[in-house]
């Protein structure tokens, strides 16, 4: 959400065939040559069989021209379903199909072959094609699949190395320090999370934030750590949320890609039952009124972190009482969908939150999940933070 109750998209999950084409776009070319000869090879070798089964005396002009076509077109369309061109495959159908008639027209054979020694030479030769193309083929698939095989289980091996440093940079929490209760956990949507949630101290209080990094993956988990780093590094020097956003985009923004910004929403506590805090372009502050059982909404004041060059972040207050809940969370818990598209958003979460606000903090974040998950497919990395006063 940004001001005045706008809102702004995240990427979205890739699709799978938006991965298969990420995958191919990274493969290195020597292997994509090794999988386009191997299909060439590998259907080469059906031209090879359809002049088998034909016992027509062939040329040396006819049998080549038979196998490239048939190679050719296999690769032609081998590629167009990697590019995802499939509206174009009926086309190479047509293009097939008159190559083939052509060769037909210009070389007509005359007769079968009636030479019993002839006729097995000419099927000796072709079946002998037939077997060295088919090999060929094969050794070249083999050594794709090799070669991709050690690449996928380095990345593997570093994925799994990034998995345990999110891990490590991303704990669940649950803590009590003076009147408040804090607890925060994310879960994330795959290897790597690129979503944040924090508690730090300070001279004088302490601090609890949440963020949410733009895209999925190593990059938004690396500009996390950042985000994190950035964050604690500046907490001694004071100042109210909105001025410790502003220190970290000044820091972030030289540093980041073009495309990729961070919502946040920051609470300061300074040991009395005032919060200050600063929303940028993140999901509402939810404060679950014990007195009146009701949830009140703050609205973000701010635009993402990273959006411009040069920002300002106004941060307001608020007074907390005995019993109030303080929740932040990220859209992975409202951008769910069932299988027609439709979207669980704010409200079920909110009335789901009101329900459940007078449970411990855990049980909280576990029946919101619930929720989520019971709704639709976790497409996004989910975290929460939630805060009790209990005067």
């Known amino acids: 959400m940004l001001d005045g109750g706008s809102s702004i998209s995240k990427p979205r999950e890739y699709s799978t065939a938006l991965y298969r084409e990420e995958f191919w776009r990274v493969v290195p070319i ?4 090794s999988v386009l000869s191997a299909v060439f090879f590998l259907f080469a070798s059906i031209g090879f069989v359809m002049l088998l089964i034909h016992p027509v005396r062939q040329t040396v002009g006819s049998t080549v021209a038979t196998a490239l076509i048939s190679g ?52 000796g030769i072709l079946g002998a094609l037939a077997i060295l193309t088919t090999c060929l083929g094969y050794v070249l698939f083999i050594v794709f699949i090799r070669r991709e095989g050690n690449r996928y289980f380095r990345i593997q091996t570093e994925m799994e190395l990034a998995r345990d440093i999110h891990r ?31 508690m730090a101290d300070y001279p004088g209080g302490w601090v609890s934030y949440i963020a949410d990094i733009s895209g999925h993956g190593v990059s938004s988990g690396v500009l996390m750590a950042m985000f ?21 985009h000044r820091a972030l923004y030289p540093l980041k890609m073009p495309n990729m910004f961070v919502t946040a929403g920051v609470l300061r506590f300074t040991g009395s039952e005032r919060v200050d805090f600063s929303l940028a372009g993140h999901p509402p502050l939810m404060r679950y009124s014990r007195v009146g059982r009701t949830v009140v909404e703050y609205e973000p004041q701010n635009l993402p972190v990273g959006i411009m060059p040069e920002q300002q972040f106004r941060a307001d207050s608020l007074q907390c009482e005995p019993g109030d809940v303080l929740l932040l969370l990220t859209d992975g818990f409202s951008e769910v969908f069932k299988s027609d598209g439709t979207e669980l958003g704010l409200a079920p979460l909110k009335q789901e939150f009101q329900q459940a606000a007078d449970r411990p903090l855990p049980e909280i974040f576990d029946r919101l999940r619930d929720l989520s998950l019971a709704y639709g497919k976790q497409d996004d990395d989910q975290t929460i933070l939630l805060v009790r006063y209990a005067g």
């Open 30 to 33: 020597s292997s994509r040559i």
């Open 72 to 123: 050719f077109c296999a690769v032609g369309y081998a590629w167009l379903a990697t590019v995802r061109k499939y509206w174009y495959m009926p086309l190479l159908g047509v293009a097939e199909g008159a190559m083939f008639w052509a060769l037909a027209a210009a070389y007509q054979p005359a007769s079968l072959i009636d030479d019993k020694t002839a006729l097995q030479k000419q099927l």
């Open 228 to 248: 994190k780093t950035s964050i604690r590094s500046r907490l001694a020097s004071g100042g109210s949320p909105g001025e410790l956003l502003e220190e970290v």
């Open 168 to 198: 490590s940079l991303v704990p669940r929490f649950e803590r009590t320090t003076g009147a408040f209760e804090v607890f925060g956990a994310s879960i994330a949507s795959g290897a790597v999370g690129g979503d944040l949630v924090d």
